[in-house]
């Protein structure tokens, strides 16, 4: 059975860097046809695509938040790290990492999400 | 990047309804589009990939249609758990973009 979790901060102060953790079970992170990216959704808004890292740990990034993310994984840990420098009070969000299988970026299995808020 | 442009941004329909949904893309795509269903509160499910494909346990009066820029997603005939907001998502390439949403509410 597929499942991936969040985990990470529920509250951050702003300027301060954001690292989530995505852990996952039912599947190999070296499966040559898995991928797992993180999106996050503001409170009331659409969702927002973050990062993708392939098995072969390449990576892809949001094209407006690329300066400040950097995703990486560990296989024998079975996580997926999110890291996001200067946090400001308009990340605040429910952040979701979900798997992609195959050769498209098609979501087929979604983490529960985590809210982080950013406040003083 | 890939822009992608969802209409209606909310639309008010009854159980038995046949609700359509549309998703632009700012270029071609081929068949590299899905679909999700957010209810408040949960996490996104996938429910048509490819464009057209019915991801497994999906309800069959989910279709989903298109090719290259224009798609749909139909519903043919509106269930009391059909009520929540739809995405539209394109694989084609990397970075990935979604669609505004579209609200499907009850009338």
């Known amino acids: 059975q597929v499942t991936l979790k969040e985990s990470g901060p529920v509250l951050v102060k702003p300027t301060e860097t954001l690292t989530l953790t995505c852990t996952v079970s039912?599947?190999?992170?070296?499966?040559?046809?898995?991928?797992v990216s993180w999106i996050r959704q503001p409170p009331g808004k659409a969702l927002e695509w973050l990062a993708h890292?392939?098995?072969?740990?390449?990576?892809s990034y949001s094209t407006s938040l690329k300066s400040r993310l950097t995703i990486s994984k560990d296989t024998s840990k079975s996580q997926v790290v999110l890291t996001m420098t200067n946090m400001d009070p308009v990340d605040t969000a429910t952040y979701y990492c979900?798997?992609?299988?195959?050769?498209?970026?098609?979501?087929?299995?979604w983490g529960q999400g985590t809210l982080v808020t950013v406040s003083s | 990047d890939i822009q992608m442009t969802q209409s209606p941004s909310s639309v008010s329909a009854s159980v038995g309804d046949r609700v359509t949904i549309t998703c632009r893309a700012s270029?071609?795509?081929?068949?590299?589009l899905a679909w999700y269903q957010q209810k408040p509160g949960k996490a996104p499910k996938l429910l048509i990939y490819?464009?057209?494909s019915l991801q497994s346990g999906v309800p069959s009066r989910f279709s989903g249609s298109g090719s290259g820029t224009d798609f749909t997603l139909t519903i043919s005939s509106l269930q009391p758990e059909d009520f929540a907001t739809y995405y539209c998502?394109?694989?084609?390439?990397?970075?990935?973009?979604f669609g505004g949403g579209t609200k499907v509410e009850i009338k």
């Open positions: 039912g599947f190999s992170l070296s499966n040559a046809r898995m991928g």
């Open positions: 890292i392939f098995s072969n740990d390449e990576k």
């Open positions: 270029q071609g795509i081929s068949s590299w």
């Open positions: 490819a464009a057209s």
């Open positions: 979900a798997r992609s299988l195959g050769t498209g970026a098609f979501l087929d299995y």
């Open positions: 998502q394109q694989a084609n390439s990397f970075p990935v973009t």
